[in-house]
């Protein structure tokens, strides 16, 4: 496991969220992976990764099997987690028809690390 700053804790264990916009992978265009900050277990793929203007980068799909989905504890979005580590990682909504697969993974980038395709 990796060793977090007190505002990674903050989001990846105190379960919180970075502010609109601030993340440093919310506009990330290069090929490469999206990785758990916390474990390095491979999340996203760039390929899945879209513009949805919510401030937060977002995903129509995952790794497989690489993120658990709960009921948050305010009982109507659903949180996701690192599958490996338990990561907070964001929430996913479904219904928007933002993407065809019309589903979103809405996740902090201090919760992941980027890998660029070259370093892969």
């Known amino acids: 496991?990796?060793?977090?700053?007190?505002?990674?804790?903050r989001v990846i264990i105190d379960k919180g969220t970075e502010a609109p916009f601030s993340g440093a992978y919310v506009n990330n265009k290069e090929?490469?992976?999206?990785v758990c900050r916390q474990c390095e277990n491979p999340l996203y793929n760039f390929k899945d990764k879209f513009e949805s203007s919510c401030g937060?980068?977002?995903?129509?799909a995952e790794i497989h099997k690489a993120v658990k989905k709960n009921?948050?504890?305010?009982?109507?979005?659903?949180e996701i987690a690192c599958a490996k580590c338990?990561?907070?990682?964001?929430?996913?909504?479904?219904?928007?028809?933002?993407?065809e697969k019309n589903i979103r993974h809405c996740v902090n980038s201090i919760s992941m690390k980027f890998i660029p395709r070259k370093n892969i």
Do not use: Q
């Open 56 to 60: 937060w980068p977002s995903f129509n």
């Open 71 to 78: 009921l948050d504890v305010d009982g109507k979005r659903t």
């Open 86 to 99: 338990g990561a907070h990682l964001g929430h996913v909504f479904e219904g928007e028809y933002l993407t």
């Open 1 to 9: 496991m990796n060793k977090l700053t007190p505002k990674e804790k």
């Open 31 to 34: 090929k490469g992976i999206y």
